[in-house]
Nanobody
């Protein structure tokens, strides 16, 4: 079955950087748009960033625009989320998701597959 596996989370100080990876298996990766969501304790899951299957188009939540960059390497079946200038409010579980669509999808209900998440903690 299709698997999405996130990695790269951890503890980082405010202002620091992390790069999350999302490794996909058992799907034609380039046919799927990729998105990152996050969920903090007691909060709803929120959209972070998305990228089309080709990688040509991206979209970001206002809260991360200018600090986070989503990308993908279809040859490696892997997506990435580069997170710079991290803030304590970025602390959350981060989840990648894939949707078989040409358009960018940002609604979690439209995602076909989900990873199990990786925890990011921003604290001094």
């Amino acid at each position: 079955q299709v698997q999405l596996t996130e990695s790269g989370g951890g503890l980082v100080q405010p202002g620091g950087s992390l790069r999350l990876s999302c490794a996909a298996s058992r799907l034609t990766f380039s046919n799927y748009g990729l998105a990152w969501f996050r969920q903090a304790p007691g909060e709803e899951r929120e959209f972070v960033a998305a990228i089309t299957g080709s990688g040509r188009s991206t979209i970001y939540a206002d809260s991360v625009k200018g600090r986070f960059t989503i990308s993908r390497d279809n040859a490696k079946n892997t997506g990435y989320l580069q997170m710079n200038s991290l803030k304590p409010e970025d602390t959350a579980g981060y989840y990648c998701a894939a949707a078989r669509a040409t358009a960018i999808l940002v609604n979690p209900n439209d995602m076909d597959y989900w990873g199990r998440g990786t925890l990011v903690t921003v604290s001094s």
